[in-house]
């Protein structure tokens, strides 16, 4: 298996590099692995695609739900050549991936100027007390929202995604 883990990583380094030397974003490659195969692969591509969330492990869990036609990736485990931050870690949770394994952590990433450290605690503050105001809007909106809600709930027999 260590075998194993190498190649994966040594992969999502490669991406790293790629991306980097690409000018697509910053220096951070990913892949998804289900046993020997890589069935994702992404590289930070937040310059390139103007997108915020184009992280390499994002790009590579996309790619990787795509391929497989299924946003569940049970079994797959992520290989990313950095602690992924908050954002990419839940996008791990919600695709269900099995373990994620990665090489230089959040404070290697702080020392070239990617500190998420701020998004770590503010996921800790109460919503009342964050720096991004979250308001909910008045009973009418939440229940226009609900309705939708509760008739995807009859419409689906209340599968859980």
Request: hydrophobic share 40%; net charge negative; proline share 4%.
């Amino acid at each position: 298996m260590a075998h194993l883990h190498e190649k994966h990583m040594l992969e999502a380094i490669h991406l790293a590099t790629k991306g980097m030397d690409g000018n697509h974003g910053g220096p951070f490659g990913a892949v998804v692995a289900r046993g020997n195969e890589i069935i994702g692969r992404g590289y930070n591509s937040v310059l390139s695609q103007n997108d915020p969330t184009a992280h390499a492990e994002i790009v590579a869990i996309r790619n990787a739900a795509q391929k497989l036609q299924n946003p569940w990736l049970e079994g797959c485990d992520l290989y990313t050549s950095c602690e992924p931050c908050p954002m990419c870690l839940a996008t791990a949770l919600w695709a269900r991936i099995q373990n994620v394994y990665y090489a230089a952590n959040r404070h290697d990433a702080a020392e070239i100027g990617f500190d998420d450290a701020q998004f770590y605690e503010e996921l800790m503050v109460q919503p009342a007390m964050r720096m991004l105001k979250i308001e909910q809007m008045g009973e009418e909106y939440r229940g226009l929202a609900r309705d939708v809600m509760l008739r995807w709930k009859t419409e689906t027999a209340g599968r859980h995604y």
